[in-house]
């Protein structure tokens, strides 16, 4: 397949057959529609494309003199595909948002050129009356008459809903030969997917019955809304479902999980929570059934994006084999009985230069105060280096210093039982050293 | 009523859930001393120390935790505090006088906040730390140490304006502190009146939940003290403020229930769930939710001292990603916080009467009038909401079915309304009854208080267990010494 754009190749993306063996349903055909392998890697590579597309043409037309910049207020995979699509036309791209809180978005759309900015936390002194919200701020700047802000307002914006209307939807009903799925379940974030091709497919059908997911109120999905944050969305309208669900995160992850390991799909936790929902949605159904039934799900995106995501609730899922020479190996009587020595005598041994002084802090605390002659090893990398040995002789003494005399005494403990001979801790650490009026340095 | 009564049911630690298990007692105080009535419980304020101390102790921090006295004007708390071995951070020159006849020493009090000549100078005086606002605040308080011959001061500088690498973070704008990009000028002036002040550390209080924004900022602080360091100056503290909040409700279920419906409520699916259809900063237009809701977070499964123990383990982007308390540790500084509101849950609840309920022809909401003012508890006016408690005069009333109701004040004002939310109760209150307002003692009970109309502002009173008794004295009839004597 040959393009003269990359994006020509948004959308066409492929209806997947989700293996019964898996899914368990005997009756109905559950099958995968992979937004995922759009080149910008999600669903938003078709509305970000079909809202800017109008905003780029004008502005690439225009002559030079900084054509502008494009704005949305998006967390996620709508301003990286704004951000990649901005930058081709020679615009620059800004993000307004007070929910990225996926840390390898944020470093991808900085790495794409895009700017964020991101909305403060709610005020713990409350003001009821209060005129001055960044949001209003952000509106009133859009407003301004020299504005050359270009704003794509995925959330109101008709466009956004058209991309799917005129696209995803009808490819879904011309891979199911001309037909329209029985069901169709779509997770609501800016609403647009889920309508967009909820419309196409009734005009082909009326009979197609669509379920909305939300996250649970508590639970925070990448992509998802609450039923309440729904509310705040203008292309959403509850008309548009048969029935509206809620997922929890952890749900997500485990629907996740079945995607990635059993199905090949390398989805992430919004194509998760849509295929936990299907399949709870319809099992019931299932066993009823006497004449066959499809249903079509929308899996949003890819899982690396959200490896720090599900790091923090399934610490499990990432459980490495055990290393030598690990201080969390240590027991607390070793810890306790672990060579140390006093300030007072510290200053004495030291004074004859025989021990190699380490300070296990970081280099920032280091470079601004520390014992004259040291050497700073960070305690992360210290632990590293021992995983792989002693770093430094049998027959040099080592004296191990931190902030309070915790860590060394640990490290202490661990070259001793690695068959250091000579290792001690500075009891009560730098800041023992500190306030003994010890002298400190920088160099 | 319109559907299951949607209850937001107030956070009851062991002694106010005591106190309000004593019917008895609080009726025969407010028949004593009036409605609305304030009680205080000093001894909570300890505990509430204590487990301050213990995020400090797990992260192995050393420094002072300063209670932030605007938060409430009670003798007992503040004296009771002076007991224990925390500071105060006083923001006037009555909270400073006040902080001094506790029994705080100098070394226990900082002054922060606008200041006037005469607090200025009563700081300088008796040696308390003063965290200053400005460049101007410092040159200041620099001539009035020469002219007066005062001894020299220690201060804290206040900063704002931090920013964040890679990401801008649009922070609500602070009328106090100097930004960090008019450093320079500052510590220049430091250096010049280096004779009659003595930098010991930087400050930030920043007025939002996040915890992203006061990581930022404490990591802006951290640079700060290390260009001080290369300038020479020896500063040893950061004061990050406080802002660590408070969970006011018991059932987070609630919480999510009640802000559902009431957001279906603006957009007209449901019955109206306030007085005049009021939609606390949210609004309908065109069936899509618009504005903000204005409330704060009651229920908070993280606040108070788990607050400062989640903001402390935050890496430290932009040093390398350790943990912001591992940076203060290593860099060998000691943390000062300034909890108010934090220091003071579960430290107090304010009492008022029913004086009249009357039931609407139209079925609505029954209106309850209460002898006490808007003002007299300010939980409304902090976006508060949360239910009150029912203390019925006479125990042996039967149980009613759950009742909604309007809370009005006793002024002479159409907008009087304790509260403008709809509350449902569990049971119909009764002229005569109490309905006792929980946890109002951090800025709920005295900071917006009037004497509107002269009608009276509550009396407060101290409370504390001896046994399985409560005891009481008035508030500023209280001293560390009381209980034990058991003087009444």
């Not at chain 2, 306030?274 to 609004?283: A, E, F, K, N």
Request: with cysteine; aromatic share 6%.
């Amino acid at each position: 397949m040959r393009y003269d754009s990359i994006t020509e190749a948004i959308g066409n993306t492929p209806l997947v057959r989700i293996d019964p063996a898996v899914h368990g349903l005997g009756r109905i055909d559950l099958y995968a529609k992979l937004e995922l392998l759009n080149p910008f890697g999600s669903v938003k590579d078709r509305a970000a494309w079909n809202m800017a597309r109008p905003h780029l043409t004008a502005a690439a037309s225009a002559t030079a003199e900084g054509a502008g910049q494009v704005v949305e207020l998006s967390s996620g995979n709508t301003a990286k595909a704004l951000a990649v699509l901005a930058g081709m036309h020679g615009l620059t791209f800004k993000s307004v948002t007070n929910r990225m809180r996926i840390p390898e978005i944020k470093d991808l759309l900085l790495l794409l050129g895009a700017e964020i900015e991101e909305l403060p936390g709610q005020s713990e002194c409350l003001d009821p009356t209060a005129t001055d919200d960044p949001l209003t701020l952000f509106h009133r700047a859009l407003s301004e008459p020299d504005s050359t802000l270009l704003h794509t307002d995925q959330y109101f914006n008709p466009r956004n809903t058209e991309a799917h209307f005129t696209g995803t939807g009808p490819e879904i009903v011309k891979d199911l030969d001309g037909r329209a799925p029985d069901w169709f379940i779509a997770c609501v974030g800016t609403a647009g997917s889920s309508t967009g091709v909820a419309r196409a497919l009734r005009e082909h059908d009326p009979a197609v019955r669509v379920v909305g997911l939300v996250a649970a109120k508590s639970d925070f999905i990448p992509g998802i809304r609450t039923i309440d944050e729904a509310h705040e969305v203008g292309l959403f309208d509850p008309g548009t479902y048969d029935t509206i669900e809620s997922v929890s995160a952890d749900e997500a992850i485990e629907g996740m999980l079945t995607l990635n390991r059993r199905c090949g799909i390398l989805a992430g936790p919004t194509g998760g929570a849509a295929y936990f929902g299907a399949v709870r949605q319809l099992r019931a159904l299932d066993e009823n059934l006497t004449e066959r039934q499809s249903a079509v799900f929308i899996v949003c995106d890819r899982v690396e994006s959200y490896l720090s995501y599900v790091r923090h609730r399934r610490p499990d899922l990432f459980g490495r084999p055990r290393r030598r020479n690990s201080p969390a190996d240590l027991s607390d009587a070793e810890i306790r009985t672990a060579p140390a020595i006093t300030v007072a005598d510290a200053q004495a041994w030291i004074g004859t230069g025989e021990p190699l002084v380490v300070d296990l802090r970081s280099p920032y605390a280091y470079a601004a105060l520390h014992i004259d002659g040291s050497v700073n090893i960070v305690d992360e990398l210290f632990e590293e280096l021992l995983h792989g040995g002693l770093p430094f002789s049998r027959n040099r003494p080592v004296l191990l210093a931190c902030p309070v005399g915790e860590k060394s005494a640990r490290y202490a403990a661990l070259l001793t039982r690695m068959g250091h001979p000579e290792v001690r801790s500075l009891t009560g650490g730098i800041i023992a050293w500190r306030d003994a009026g010890a002298p400190l340095v920088r160099d | 009523m319109g559907g299951k009564p949607l209850y937001l049911e107030p956070r009851l630690e062991s002694r106010l859930r005591s106190l309000l298990d004593s019917p008895d007692l609080l009726h025969t105080l407010s028949g004593a001393l009036g409605s609305p009535l304030n009680l205080v419980v000093p001894d909570q304020l300890a505990d509430n120390l204590e487990q301050f101390r213990s995020v400090y102790g797990k992260h192995h921090l050393s420094g002072q935790v300063f209670f932030a006295h605007k938060a409430n004007r009670s003798s007992a708390l503040l004296r009771r505090l002076a007991a224990t071995d925390a500071g105060v951070d006083v923001a006037s020159l009555g909270e400073l006088q006040h902080a001094l006849g506790a029994g705080f020493t100098p070394d226990r009090i900082t002054a922060t906040g606008p200041k006037n000549p005469e607090f200025l100078w009563l700081a300088a005086r008796t040696s308390v730390t003063v965290s200053l606002d400005t460049r101007g605040e410092l040159d200041q308080l620099a001539a009035l140490v020469r002219k007066h011959a005062l001894p020299r001061v220690r201060i804290l500088l206040r900063l704002s304006g931090f920013e964040a690498s890679g990401v801008r973070v649009l922070s609500r704008r602070s009328r106090f502190g100097t930004p960090v990009g008019e450093l320079d000028p500052l510590l220049e002036a430091v250096e010049r009146h280096a004779d009659v002040v003595d930098p010991v550390g930087v400050a930030y209080h920043l007025d939002t939940t996040s915890l992203a924004e006061k990581a930022t900022a404490l990591e802006g602080c951290l640079r700060v003290l290390e260009e001080c360091r290369s300038r020479g100056l020896r500063p040893r503290a950061v004061d990050i403020g406080g802002g660590f909040g408070v969970n006011y409700l018991t059932d987070g279920g609630q919480w999510e229930r009640y802000t559902t419906e009431l957001t279906e409520a603006v957009l007209g699916i449901r019955p109206p769930l306030t007085y005049g259809g009021h939609g606390y900063g949210l609004r309908s237009e065109a069936g899509t939710l618009r504005g903000t809701l204005g409330l704060y977070p009651a229920h908070r499964p993280v606040a108070g001292a788990h607050y400062l123990d989640e903001l402390l383990s935050h890496p430290a982007a932009s040093l390398g990603g350790r943990p912001l308390a591992a940076q203060l540790l290593e860099h060998l500084y000691d943390l000062q916080t300034e909890p108010g509101r934090a220091l003071l849950d579960q430290c107090g609840l304010t009492l008022t009467k029913v004086l009249e309920v009357r039931d609407q022809e139209t079925g609505g909401p029954s209106a309850v009038r209460l002898a006490a003012k808007a003002d007299d508890v300010a939980l409304e006016e902090h976006g508060v909401l949360m239910d009150p408690v029912v203390v019925p005069r006479s125990p042996a009333r039967a149980a009613t079915e759950p009742v909604a109701v309007h809370l009005f004040g006793s002024r002479c004002l159409e907008s009087d309304l304790i509260t403008r939310r709809t509350v449902f109760l569990p049971r119909r209150p009764e002229p005569g009854d109490l309905l006792a307002f929980a946890n109002t003692a951090g800025y709920c009970m005295d900071f917006h208080a009037t004497r509107a109309q002269h009608q009276p502002v509550a009396r407060k009173i101290a409370v504390w267990q001896e046994g399985d008794t409560w005891r009481w004295c008035l508030d500023d009839q209280y001293w560390p010494t009381t209980p034990v004597g058991g003087a009444q």
